[in-house]
C-alpha cells in the first residue's frame, strides 16, 4: 500500500515526517504519499528516502489548492516495463526502462511546489546500469510500428529513450491549471520538469544533472519560465512544442462530449541560464545520432508530434543566456557538445509561428548560434 493516503479530505497539513520503506520492499509500484480529490492540503518539511517507483513519490490527483514545500525526496526511480500498447495507432510497443517521479499531479488546479529537493543518487543513466538491466530492449513489438514509434526502434528492437519520469511531473492538459514551482533543487533527473498545463509559474529552480532540463508539451498553455539555472543537461535543456494530447476543437461525436482546443504557447522563456551542456550523465547515449527529432539543441522549439496538431504559437524568448562551458580556456580539454543555442523549425509541420527572440546571449554551439537569423 501507499505509505500514506489522503482521500476526500479539506484544510489537513502534513509536516515533519520521515518516510521509507523497509530494505526488500523498496522497489515498489506505489507511492510514498498519495493525495485525490481533496483540497487545502498541505505538505510540509518531509523527508521520503528509497520509495522506487514508478507511480511517484508524491502523487497529487483531482485536488485544489494544495501546496508541497520544503519537502525531500531521495531515489524514487525503479526498474520497470515501459508499456505504451494500450495505443497501438501512435505506439503499440513496450521496452525496459528505469522510471520514476518525485512530485506528480495530475488533474488539478492551485498547486504551488516550493523549496523541494529532489535527488537520484541509486539508478544513474550510465553504461553499465543500461547493460546490467538491459534497459531499451523491447519487450512487446507491433507487427508495424505506430505514428509515434521511430522506424530505427521498429527495426533494432531497441530504444535509446528508457530514462523515463521527472523530478515534477505536471499534466491532464485538458483540466490541469494554475500551478506554481518555485525554488526547487532536481539533481539526476531524466526530465526536471515535464508540464502539460495551463497557466504555470517556473522560477528560480535549479536543475542539475538531467536529460532533458524541462518541457512544455502536450497542451501546455500560458507557460511562464524565468530565472531558472539549467546544468548539465544532456539532450535538451528547454523544448517546447504540440504533443499528442495537444488539439483543436472537437465537436461532439458518437459517444463523446465537445473538447475545447488544448493549445500549446502563450509562452514566455525569461532570463534563464543554461550551462555545461552535454556534461551530464548521459551524452555518451545521445552523441552522434542521426535521429528524426533535432537533438542535442539547448533550447529547442518544434514542430508538433503528429501532423494534426495545432502548431505552438505566441512564444517570447528573451534575456536568456546560453554559457558555452566548452569555450573558457583554449587550454581545457572541454568540447562544445550541443549543436545550436536555439533550434528554430521552420519546415516540419506543423511548425510554431509568431516566435519572437529578444535581447539573449547565445554562445555558439558546434554549428552555430542558430538554424535560423535571429537578426
Known amino acids: 500500500q501507499h505509505i500514506i493516503e489522503i482521500d476526500g479530505v479539506k484544510d489537513v497539513r502534513l509536516s515533519d515526517l520521515t518516510l521509507t520503506r523497509a530494505e526488500g520492499s523498496q522497489d515498489t509500484e506505489l507511492a510514498g504519499?498519495?493525495?485525490?480529490?481533496?483540497?487545502?492540503?498541505?505538505?510540509?518539511?518531509?523527508?521520503?528516502?528509497?520509495?522506487?517507483?514508478?507511480?511517484?513519490?508524491?502523487?497529487?490527483?483531482?485536488?485544489?489548492e494544495m501546496r508541497i514545500d520544503e519537502c525531500t525526496i531521495r531515489n524514487y526511480k525503479t526498474m520497470t516495463i515501459d508499456d505504451r500498447t494500450n495505443n497501438p495507432e501512435l505506439s503499440g510497443y513496450a521496452f525496459r526502462s528505469v522510471d520514476g517521479t518525485g512530485i506528480k499531479?495530475?488533474?488539478?488546479?492551485?498547486?504551488?511546489?516550493?523549496?523541494?529537493?529532489?535527488?537520484e543518487d541509486r539508478y544513474l543513466p550510465t553504461k553499465e546500469v543500461r547493460d546490467e538491466y538491459k534497459l531499451g530492449d523491447l519487450t512487446i513489438k507491433p507487427?508495424?510500428?505506430?505514428?509515434?514509434?521511430?522506424?530505427?526502434?521498429?527495426?533494432?528492437?531497441?530504444?535509446?529513450?528508457?530514462?523515463?519520469?521527472?523530478?515534477?511531473?505536471?499534466?491532464?492538459p485538458?483540466?490541469?491549471?494554475?500551478?506554481?514551482?518555485?525554488?526547487?533543487y532536481y539533481e539526476n533527473a531524466a526530465q526536471g520538469m515535464d508540464i502539460h498545463a495551463d497557466h504555470v509559474i517556473i522560477s528560480n529552480n535549479l536543475i542539475y544533472h538531467a536529460m532533458i532540463g524541462m518541457k512544455a508539451m502536450?497542451?501546455?498553455?500560458?507557460?511562464?519560465?524565468?530565472?531558472?539555472?539549467?546544468?548539465?543537461?544532456?539532450?535538451?535543456?528547454?523544448?517546447l512544442m504540440p504533443g499528442s494530447a495537444s488539439h483543436g476543437d472537437q465537436p461532439e461525436a458518437e459517444n463523446e462530449t465537445s473538447k475545447a482546443p488544448n493549445i500549446d504557447g502563450g509562452t514566455i522563456v525569461s532570463n534563464n541560464l543554461f550551462s555545461d551542456f552535454g556534461y551530464g550523465g548521459q551524452n555518451w547515449n545521445w552523441a552522434d545520432?542521426?535521429?528524426?527529432?533535432?537533438?542535442?539543441?539547448?533550447?529547442a522549439i518544434l514542430f508538433g508530434q503528429l501532423e494534426e496538431n495545432p502548431p505552438l504559437r505566441t512564444v517570447l524568448i528573451t534575456?536568456?543566456?546560453v554559457y558555452n562551458s566548452g569555450a573558457e580556456s583554449e587550454e581545457d580539454e572541454i568540447e562544445t557538445r550541443y549543436n545550436y543555442a536555439l533550434y528554430l523549425e521552420k519546415e516540419r509541420q506543423p511548425a510554431p509561428v509568431n516566435i519572437k527572440v529578444v535581447n539573449n546571449h547565445f554562445e555558439p554551439g558546434k554549428k552555430g548560434v542558430s538554424n535560423v537569423d535571429l537578426e
Open 105 to 119: 499531479v495530475h488533474h488539478s488546479q492551485g498547486i504551488e511546489i516550493v523549496g523541494n529537493r529532489i535527488i
Open 143 to 172: 507487427e508495424k510500428p505506430g505514428r509515434l514509434m521511430p522506424q530505427d526502434v521498429f527495426d533494432t528492437g531497441y530504444t535509446n529513450n528508457w530514462h523515463q519520469g521527472a523530478a515534477v511531473q505536471v499534466s491532464g
Open 218 to 239: 502536450h497542451g501546455a498553455k500560458n507557460v511562464l519560465i524565468d530565472g531558472n539555472q539549467f546544468v548539465a543537461a544532456d539532450l535538451w535543456g528547454l523544448l
Open 289 to 299: 545520432r542521426q535521429p528524426e527529432y533535432p537533438e542535442q539543441n539547448v533550447i
Open 319 to 321: 534575456g536568456n543566456l
Open 174 to 184: 485538458e483540466d490541469t491549471d494554475r500551478i506554481l514551482i518555485r525554488g526547487n
Open 33 to 64: 504519499i498519495n493525495v485525490e480529490r481533496s483540497e487545502g492540503v498541505e505538505i510540509r518539511g518531509l523527508r521520503i528516502i528509497e520509495n522506487r517507483s514508478p507511480r511517484g513519490c508524491i502523487v497529487v490527483a483531482n485536488c485544489k
